[in-house]
């Protein structure tokens, strides 16, 4: 679930930090609240720097996504035990929860400087429903 900056020098990701334990097999599933440790790390694009930006002791954060201009994260985590999406300063930490629903998976930003118009433009429309409807 890596996250790469849009100058390419950064990094964010999701990760436990907590070995699983030497008798683990996969077939058994995770060890109860093992899952419930991952959380979000940011780091350079060498490898240098690595910093975590969600504290482990929340409830599985994942899927994060860097900002177009890189100063800030959405994720996904889990609070009262649901999926919820939050916006994370990373400077300054100041973290921001986004929804309140339930079942939400992740969250994507967009460059307003790529957006597309979304006013309708008559040149581009091929059949009009009041023509269709005439013929």
Do not use: C
Not at 8 to 31: I, M, Q, S
Not at 54 to 77: C, D, F, K
Not at 91 to 108: A, C, E, I, K
Not at 117 to 135: A, C, I, M, N
């Amino acid at each position: 679930m890596p996250s790469w900056s849009a100058s390419g020098d950064k990094l964010t990701f999701a990760w436990n930090n907590n070995p699983l334990p030497p008798d683990f097999k996969r077939e058994d599933g995770l060890p109860e609240g093992w899952a419930d440790k991952r959380t979000i790390y940011i780091v350079n694009r060498d490898g240098t720097g690595l910093q975590q930006l969600v504290e482990e002791a929340g409830r599985m954060a994942e899927h994060p996504e860097l900002s177009p201009n890189g100063e800030e994260i959405i994720y996904t985590q889990k609070i009262k035990g649901s999926r919820q999406i939050l916006k994370l300063d990373i400077s300054s930490g100041v973290r921001t929860q986004l929804t309140r629903g339930f079942g939400n998976s992740g969250g994507d930003w967009f460059d307003p400087a790529y957006a597309l118009p979304v006013s309708p433009q008559p040149e581009f429309l091929s059949t009009t429903w009041g023509q269709l409807k005439k013929d």
